[in-house]
């Protein structure tokens, strides 16, 4: 029983949120929305308190296909960057104002970068990639998510200023494009730079808003210096190049953790919890 609390947890979280914007919006779609997510994460953490290899693999899936194809595709909800701006602006505090205040605002002050890790309909491609594990040196071009991060507030900002009509629709479209572009440029960086998670290194425009909130995260991945023997195991299973043996918020890239675990099951003392 103590094995499945955790699970048991998050399960009941998302289904008080599920239950309480049900009442709050009068709209069954956010108790079952919600609740859809919730018995998604309680799998993946009771898959994984059982050692159950793809654990984390099943989450990002069933949350990551549901997104993409029933959010997005079926009810035609752009969850992309633009579609923030876009319901912003027009002051909608619906699916994707909520999903991004949830997952991507203000979520990771208490589960970091748990959205990367399990529920990312980008990363749920790219993870299926080869170079799970880095094979080069990171490189210098963080910078980049910040350009595109501008772009995409510019292209919506620049819709509302000239009054273009047809939003809804250029929305979906944009939704469309903009996930093929990060597709590609994701699978294409992936093979260049040997890493699989290069497109969330440099150029997801999301990580502006991901990780200074991630920085104060709840949870996070902790060492025991007593048990560690300083192996450096955790490290070199490590997608996202974090310092994970410093337990200080400002050790390396400890923005960027996903809550993926493989340095916690890698760990041979296991020093990390
Ligand atoms: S960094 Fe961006 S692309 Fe990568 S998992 Fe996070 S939200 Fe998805
Ligand atoms: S391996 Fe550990 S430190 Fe690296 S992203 Fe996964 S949980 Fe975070
Ligand atoms: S794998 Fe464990 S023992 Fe080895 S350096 Fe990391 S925390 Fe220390």
Request: some cysteine.
């Amino acid at each position: 029983m103590k094995k499945d609390t955790p699970a048991i947890v998050i399960w009941a979280v998302f289904e008080a949120v599920a239950i309480l914007l049900w009442q709050m919006k009068d709209n069954l779609f956010y108790l079952l929305n919600f609740s859809y997510i919730g018995c998604s994460l309680g799998l993946g953490v009771f898959l994984f308190m059982r050692g159950h290899r793809h654990a984390r693999r099943t989450v990002q899936l069933l949350v990551g296909l549901y997104m993409l194809v029933y959010l997005g595709l079926i009810c035609n909800e752009n969850m992309q960057i633009e579609g923030f701006w876009y319901y912003l602006f027009t002051g909608v505090f619906e699916a994707a104002t909520i999903h991004y205040a949830v997952a991507k605002i203000f979520g990771p002050l208490i589960f970091g970068r748990g959205w990367c890790g399990y529920a990312c309909w980008t990363a749920m491609v790219l993870d299926l990639l080869p170079y799970k594990v880095p094979q080069a040196p990171r490189r210098k071009l963080g910078f980049v998510r910040y350009i595109v991060f501008a772009l995409s507030l510019l292209f919506v900002a620049g819709l509302f200023l000239m009054r273009v009509g047809g939003l809804e629709r250029i929305m979906f479209r944009s939704f469309l494009v903009g996930n093929l572009l990060y597709y590609a440029v994701g699978i294409i960086l992936a093979f260049r730079f040997k890493d699989n998670r290069a497109f969330c290194k440099y150029i997801c425009p999301i990580t502006v808003f991901l990780k200074p909130m991630s920085y104060f995260s709840a949870i996070r991945v902790k060492c025991s210096k007593d048990k560690c023997v300083s192996c450096g195991m955790c490290e070199k299973v490590c997608p996202m190049n974090v310092e994970v043996t410093n337990n200080s918020r400002k050790r390396l890239n400890g923005t960027e953790c996903i809550l993926c675990m493989e340095c916690v099951k890698a760990c041979p003392k296991q020093a990390l919890s």
